[in-house]
């Protein structure tokens, strides 16, 4: 039986605290090209990979992730070339090879295709090897359609597991995005041990699901009118501009992607663009550009 949290000595708790820390800051003093903000936009392509790693083979529910892939991607890709902004991409690997023509098409947009797991599983109910495993398919997978291999990583589900660190240092990536612990670029620390990868935090006030999710058998429900989404949004750019930091989004193609919600992006990209000093770049760069802070400190 285990023991209760409450009755945990010290060495147990501070090493569950320490095994995954926040290192140093790593915001340059102006970023590339003279910015004085960045802007990192990225796309979480999941399709049907939420439903089929439930095990739930429902024709709606798949239709539904199916929406992501057949209407929401072209428009998302066709927008971000109308305001010349690159993203990144992050796709199940199961995605990818359901839909390998859209891999193609975010290479040709100058975009960045990076890892979002094998089928969106969820790492902290893996063993490290399986772990491992799927996630060094993952990155085979990319490969093979993208034709480079991903330098980045987002967790399905922000789902971060004891071996995480490990496995992701274990294949060469060089950063991740899927922690919460600032607003800005930092070090990874492991059991207090600086590891070289870069964190791109995230959150989910910047992130579309929290506000735009609908599953009819659970308690999710659409709660904030996409409007909304762009007051909150253009205030935590126009906080970061105003420190010289970093505005990163995470976005769905399968929420944000209908007409009455691509408006509420339209709307922000533009904001975005008509601000001075923004650099827009994908995830990837801004990992570049954090780890020469790194190098130099």
Not at 12 to 30: E, F, I, K, S
Not at 160 to 187: C, H, K, N
Not at 196 to 223: K, S
Not at 278 to 291: G, L
């Amino acid at each position: 039986m285990s023991i209760p949290a409450w009755q945990w000595d010290e060495p147990t708790w501070r090493g569950h605290v320490d095994r995954v820390r926040a290192g140093r800051r790593l915001v340059p003093p102006a970023w590339p090209g003279g910015g004085q903000v960045a802007v990192a936009l990225s796309f979480d392509a999941d399709h049907e990979t939420i439903p089929l790693r439930d095990g739930d083979t429902s024709p709606g529910r798949l239709a539904q992730g199916e929406y992501g892939a057949r209407v929401a991607v072209p428009r998302i890709l066709a927008l971000l070339a109308e305001f010349d902004v690159p993203a990144s991409f992050f796709v199940p690997a199961v995605s990818a090879l359901l839909h390998p023509a859209e891999i193609e098409a975010y290479v040709a947009g100058g975009h960045e295709v990076a890892v979002h797991g094998w089928i969106h599983e969820l790492n902290t109910e893996l063993t490290p090897a399986a772990e491992l495993d799927l996630t060094g398919r993952a990155c085979d997978t990319l490969e093979r359609l993208a034709g480079t291999r991903p330098v980045g990583i987002r967790t399905p589900s922000w789902d971060f597991s004891q071996s995480t660190v490990d496995i992701i240092a274990q294949l060469g990536l060089r950063y991740d995005s899927s922690l919460m612990a600032d607003d800005e670029p930092y070090e990874l620390l492991a059991d207090g041990r600086p590891t070289g990868i870069v964190e791109i935090p995230v959150e989910w006030i910047r992130d579309d699901a929290p506000y735009l999710t609908m599953n009819r058998a659970a308690a999710q429900r659409p709660y904030t009118p996409p409007r909304a989404l762009l007051e909150i949004w253009r205030d935590e750019f126009d906080a970061a501009a105003a420190n010289g930091g970093l505005f990163q989004l995470t976005l769905h193609p399968h929420l944000i992607g209908h007409r009455s919600r691509l408006g509420v992006l339209r709307e922000l990209l533009t904001h975005l663009r008509e601000h001075p000093g923004v650099w827009f770049a994908t995830h990837a760069a801004v990992a570049r550009a954090a780890n020469a802070v790194r190098s130099e400190q």
